[in-house]
């Protein structure tokens, strides 16, 4: 007997290998193998009696992961779908999607071991915090760690003292703590709920198009997809956790999955379904997102597999975890880029997840105050259901007036701004702390400033590996490069004349919050991005710090931009959001429009008058006025009309070739044969062909970047062509390496 194993390399082709044992001759097996030099593992996909590969060449398998179940043939054909649309082999999609200790054969007999955890007895939990010194900073912590969790792992408990052991044996011979061995199938997920004992938590009433679209989402018969279009505030959550208890009540051992966009959105997402849910018997949440501990993630991963996380919360990447029972994927903020994984499988998770829904025959809820553009247009064609809530949930909340401050009008009237911040936007933020109530600053550019030149000879600062600027960063005293990390100290001087007087241009986060600290005497700024936020576990602590009113003004990007519940924020201010409306990108007014309405809807949501003022030099551009209405459905029509005439998705279909050499010269010349190339594919008659172009930055660790742009009106010719397309591209040379992207957001 013969198995056929997909293995994460290159090459689309699954490999053969002698089957010595019964267990490993199981589609969806976990299996390690001789593959050159190496042992790997890979996954069984196939099954068969006779191989083409000569029998001397043959090697057997030689490693079974045994106690991991087999995943499901719906998995496996999930993958292999994903496989053949973004055009990859079937193992560089499985593979990656296992978390990194299954794909390790070495772990296989630590991670599936007997584990020993710890409890606290009645007994335990009345005795021991006073049975403890004072200055036990340690000791107290791991005590703290046992009362506020069911049980904690050994691994886990040494991790918070290094004579953890030691301690929980001596709270165990005084009868405080339980030990108990439990073999790796009955382990419980990583956030196992309590049990029916919990008290039953008080559900808000629900307004009428809440209820209808509870209803719809319950009443769904097979595959459904249904395109949940809410203003912010309008309550889409509890729409997701009514829909979910419904499902979940009717089909005991039934799944759900939920995506958001952002692992910094899954804390407050998980603590609203934990309240939730918390009553129900045997019920279990799991997250799964690329923050987690390898052996987090191995744990969560494997309660989905098994069927007893009954809740699977993540990011893009839970899409492909394996849930055999799954019943119903809600994907919050359907509209994020963030989907779009933009590295070796370059795959969309709303995508995915509507294909894993139609397989399945389940429901799908696509949710989001400003739907893509593609979803809307399915809407609009019938395929996708529209349920729509207009009003926020609260009962005297109300969408927040939008307000325009007119950048060059200031100027000509000879008002004074502030460092980019305007005189209007300087005076309503006072006006707020005053009343005790909490400002957002929005601005979608981290660091001190974009650039730092010299007025003299006018010089600014580049990267040296990249064709791009370094970007200054005050607090750290270094100017670091957003594309490849490179970092250094800030020059005293210019490097070209000498010249002493060289200033920031530009303005960032960090530089808004240390003019807003002296512009608005007396008001606490935090200021949270990617940099302030890189330590595990610094963004759910510095969110918390604004939810508990410890903040008068936040400052921040795209990250506090979305799906945030901000009680006390009465207003909101937008800087530099001009700078989307000229982009050689299509999509740049879609994106800049979601981000506005987004960061809007932060304002005014539990009953406080709510206002947004947007300072621009362009008052007049019709986005803003469509923001000023809040009205996306006439934003989408305009837009949607405009991509039509111009022939652009989702009017038509995609894919990008992308090609990296060490002169910009190699990767053009590669992209030009690959053009030329398709005159061999009859397909490709019905594609249209653009020139090869460099990317926006060109070059990027010393490596040049290229792409050349393919589209068709026929998805399915499209995809023909890339099928007939890939084999010839792997016979040309002269680049270090190329992908090709479909659907591709980046143009």
């Excluded at 970007?471 to 001087?493: D, N, Q, T, Y």
């Excluded at 990250?559 to 740049?588: C, E, P, Y």
């Excluded at 589209?711 to 390496?737: D, H, I, N």
Aim: aromatic content about 6%; some cysteine; proline content about 6%.
């Amino acid at each position: 007997m013969f198995v056929r194993v997909a293995l994460d390399h290159p090459l689309p082709t699954l490999f053969d290998y002698r089957c010595d044992t019964p267990e490993a001759a199981v589609p969806g097996t976990l299996v390690s193998v001789p593959f050159g030099k190496r042992h790997v593992v890979g996954l069984v996909c196939e099954v068969a009696t006779q191989s083409e590969v000569p029998a001397e060449r043959l090697r057997a398998v030689s490693g079974v992961c045994t106690a991991c179940p087999p995943v499901s043939t719906q998995w496996l054909g999930l993958a292999a779908f994903a496989a053949d649309y973004y055009q990859r082999g079937l193992g560089e999609v499985a593979l990656p999607a296992l978390p990194q200790a299954l794909r390790d054969a070495s772990r296989w007999s630590r991670l599936f071991a007997p584990q020993e955890r710890y409890r606290l007895t009645p007994e335990g939990r009345a005795a021991l915090p006073d049975a403890l010194p004072v200055r036990a900073t340690a000791l107290r912590k791991l005590a703290q760690a046992l009362a506020e969790s069911d049980f904690l792992l050994a691994a886990d408990a040494r991790a918070l003292h290094p004579k953890a052991l030691a301690a929980l044996d001596t709270w165990q011979a005084a009868g405080w703590v339980a030990l108990d061995v439990i073999e790796a199938a009955a382990m419980p997920a990583a956030t196992t709920l309590p049990g029916a004992d919990a008290p039953a938590p008080t559900l808000p009433t629900l307004t009428d198009e809440q209820a209808n679209a509870v209803e719809a989402i319950r009443d769904a018969d097979g595959f459904a997809p249904f395109l949940l279009h809410g203003v912010t505030g309008s309550g889409k959550t509890e729409v997701y956790l009514r829909a979910l208890a419904e499902i979940l009540a009717a089909k005991p051992d039934a799944q759900a999955l939920v995506l958001v966009p952002e692992i910094n959105l899954t804390p407050q997402f998980e603590a609203a379904f934990r309240a939730r849910f918390a009553a129900l018997d045997d019920t279990a949440i799991v997250t799964l997102h690329s923050g987690l501990a390898e052996g987090e993630r191995a744990r969560n991963w494997f309660a989905a597999h098994t069927g007893r996380a009954r809740i699977v919360l993540g990011t893009r990447l839970a899409v492909l975890a394996s849930l055999p029972q799954l019943a119903i994927i809600v994907v919050d903020e359907e509209h994020d880029p963030a989907y779009k994984q933009q590295e070796g499988l370059r795959y969309s998770a709303r995508d995915l997840a509507i294909y894993r829904a139609k397989q399945l025959g389940v429901p799908v809820v696509l949710g989001s105050a400003t739907p893509s553009l593609e979803s809307w247009w399915q809407a609009d064609q019938g395929r996708y259901k529209r349920l729509t809530l207009s009003r926020r949930a609260v009962a005297d909340a109300v969408l927040p007036t939008v307000r325009l401050i007119d950048l060059e009008d200031e100027r000509r009237r000879g008002r004074a701004s502030v460092e980019g911040l305007s005189g209007p936007l300087i005076a309503a933020l006072k006006m707020r702390l005053e009343r005790g109530e909490q400002s957002l600053v929005f601005l979608n550019r981290r660091g001190y400033a974009p650039q730092l030149a010299c007025d003299a000879c006018g010089w600014v600062a580049g990267c040296p590996r990249c064709s791009a600027y370094v970007v200054l960063h005050k607090p750290e005293r270094a100017l670091r490069c957003h594309h490849c990390g490179w970092e250094s100290r800030i020059p005293r001087s210019c490097p070209e004349c000498g010249n002493v007087d060289i200033a920031p241009m530009g303005r960032g986060t960090q530089r808004v919050e240390e003019t807003l600290a002296s512009a608005v005497p007396g008001a606490r700024v935090l200021r949270i991005d990617a940099d302030s936020t890189r330590r595990k576990g610094s963004a759910q602590a510095l969110f918390s710090d604004v939810h508990a009113g410890e903040v008068d003004i936040l400052v921040g990007t795209q990250m506090i931009a979305k799906g945030h519940d901000f009680q006390r924020v009465s207003l909101v201010g937008v800087l530099n959001a001009d700078t989307a409306l000229f982009s050689h990108d299509f999509r740049a007014s879609e994106r800049l429009f979601a981000q506005l309405m987004q960061v809007s809807g932060r304002a005014g949501r539990a009953g406080l008058p709510g206002e947004v003022l947007v300072q621009t030099r362009y008052p007049r551009h019709a986005l803003y006025h469509a923001l000023g209405r809040h009205d996306y459905v006439g934003f989408a029509n305009a837009t949607l009309a405009e991509r039509r005439d111009a022939h652009l998705p989702p009017f038509v279909y995609q894919a990008m070739l992308r090609a990296e050499g060490r002169t910009l010269e190699a990767a053009l010349a590669f992209l030009q044969q690959a053009a030329a190339e398709l005159v061999h594919i009859p397909a490709a008659e019905r594609v249209t062909v653009y020139d090869a172009v460099p990317l926006t930055i060109v070059k990027v660790m010393h490596v040049h970047r290229a792409q050349l742009l393919i589209e068709s009106a026929s998805r399915a010719a499209l995809q023909a062509t890339l099928r007939a397309w890939q084999p010839l591209l792997r016979g040309l040379k002269g680049v270090l390496r190329w992908n090709l992207e479909v659907d591709p957001l980046d143009i």
